[in-house]
């Protein structure tokens, strides 16, 4: 049985350009999969980019949240979306919200987020699917990010199909019919613990709305609380709550 290649789609410019690349593989005839990692706390438009690549590009995106069993030490699931279920049937907020009440808030120093919400369930998924050692993970990580670009096992990157920067990938998307219509500080998670303080401060201030939602997410009663030495609500870098960003 031949590799399967799977790309793990975070719904940028970058990573999406990858897709691109990766299609052309897959109607060569490859065994080439697209998963996207929904964690909830995505740009509203970031899911409409999601869609509209779905749309113009017709791939076969599998959509996956983690299903966090409320035990702890007990293993997490998850739950499988088809493309049309984002922002209709698929709940926003939902797995960071789970994942709060199990584990607490995460911070610099304890950015557990992306293990629990990202590469557990997608490890577990491809395994389920592909079986464990016959897949190859494909990260959009362009050859201008060379602190990134790390060998492992299992592991390859946008670096090797092509030698775009950042620069590239932004004209690349303006000849398309389509593109990521929000700045960069409101990418990825809109208020993510590894965001520079500047960038939180300006995703605060486009976006009041998402941030008072996000700020009753992670310091509402049913974050679990009293495990470690800081607040539930300090997470960011200089020990700095999201009040304290703004």
């Known amino acids: 049985m031949s590799t399967h290649h799977v790309v793990s789609f975070s719904g940028g410019r970058t990573s999406a350009y ?11 005839g490859e065994n080439v999969h697209y998963i996207l990692m929904d964690t909830g706390c995505e740009h509203p438009l970031t899911y409409r980019f999601i869609r509209e690549v779905v749309k113009f590009w017709d791939i076969p995106l599998t959509v996956l949240q983690v299903d966090i069993n409320p035990e702890l030490r007990q293993p997490n699931g998850y739950t499988e979306w ?21 584990y607490g808030t995460p911070y610099i120093g304890g950015a557990f987020c992306t293990d629990r919400l990202k590469l557990t369930p997608f490890t577990k998924y491809c395994d389920d699917h592909f079986g464990q050692g016959n897949y190859i993970t494909w990260l959009g990580i ?26 590239d990938v932004i004209r690349w998307w303006r000849k398309q019919p389509f593109d990521l219509q929000i700045p960069e500080h409101l990418g990825n998670c809109v208020f993510c613990i590894k965001k520079s303080t500047q960038k939180l401060g300006l995703a605060c201030k486009d ?40």
């Open 18 to 28: 990858l897709v691109h690349l990766m299609e052309q593989r897959r109607k060569a």
């Open 82 to 102: 088809e493309p049309k279920d984002i922002q209709t049937r698929m709940p926003v907020l939902k797995p960071f919200m789970d994942m709060v009440k199990k």
């Open 142 to 167: 362009r050859a201008d990010e060379p602190r990134r670009l790390k060998p492992k096992p299992g592991v390859r990157y946008l670096a090797e199909l092509s030698d775009f920067d950042k620069s």
């Open 207 to 246: 976006e009041p709305g998402l941030m008072r939602v996000f700020n009753e997410l992670v310091t509402g009663k049913h974050v679990r609380d009293g495990h470690r030495r800081t607040g539930k609500d300090v997470m960011y870098r200089g020990h700095l709550t999201l009040d304290e960003t703004a």
